[in-house]
């Protein structure tokens, strides 16, 4: 999921803060245009004039102006990646990873109105779906090059061999299944979480709900009581 948000603005200094600012308030007004009129019918200079910018700064912040709809935050995967290497090493990797992305959606309640408004835009455009579909698939395989790079260096879950532990062949196949698989199920759990709480707002709030998802994750999904 690509999340709409100056998130990381305490770090920096005032220029990249107004920065992160400027590209969250063209994104966001180029989905809310979008969801009003259809995004083939959305300019760049339309943006632009809804977030109070030349169209010359909305181009200092995307190529095209498609990626105004896909690429919601540049920043929020390259965020989580050092999040994850940066995390404790007693952490498990699905412990760092959801820590990591807990950081990322801190602002989830605040920001779902705006999220349901960008899967409509989505869904009702079908090269920007895919496009979409491109940039959280490449994002995926990122995160799971670091969710590698972690456990290589130490941090691994049980089930992954340790340096010396069992034969190459199952060190090298587990340091390549674990983080993807890892990568691509937390992934899911983000959607579920965000999709469940969107459509129960009354009966938990949004970081229990991640918590209780993840949780299940770690338990290895055991079935429900019946």
Not at 50 to 69: K, M
Not at 74 to 89: E, H, I
Not at 202 to 222: I, K, S
């Amino acid at each position: 999921m690509h999340v709409v948000s100056e998130k990381g603005a305490a770090g920096g200094g005032l220029r990249e803060r107004k920065k992160r600012a400027t590209r969250a308030a063209l994104a966001e007004a180029a989905v809310r245009l979008a969801a009003e009129h259809g995004a083939e019918k959305v300019t760049a200079e339309a943006i632009s004039a809804a977030a109070g910018v030349s169209v010359r700064t909305f181009f200092n912040y995307f190529d095209t102006r498609d990626d105004a709809f896909v690429v919601i935050d540049a920043d929020a995967g390259a965020r989580m990646r050092q999040a994850v290497l940066d995390a404790p090493a007693a952490l498990s990797p699905l412990e760092a990873l959801r820590d990591a992305m807990a950081a990322e959606l801190a602002e989830a309640e605040q920001q779902h109105e705006l999220w349901q408004l960008h899967a409509r835009v989505l869904h009702a455009s079908p090269h920007l779906l895919v496009r979409s579909l491109g940039a959280h698939l490449a994002d995926e395989t990122e995160l799971a090059e670091v969710i590698a790079a972690r456990i290589r260096s130490g941090g691994r879950p049980a089930s992954v061999p340790a340096p010396g532990a069992g034969s190459d062949e199952e060190r090298r196949r587990a340091l390549d299944l674990y983080p993807r698989l890892l990568a691509a199920v937390a992934g899911t759990a983000v959607r579920i979480s965000v999709e469940h709480w969107c459509a129960r707002q009354e009966e938990a709030a949004f970081p229990d709900v991640f918590r209780e998802v993840f949780a299940l994750l770690a338990a290895g999904l055991p079935a429900p009581p019946a």
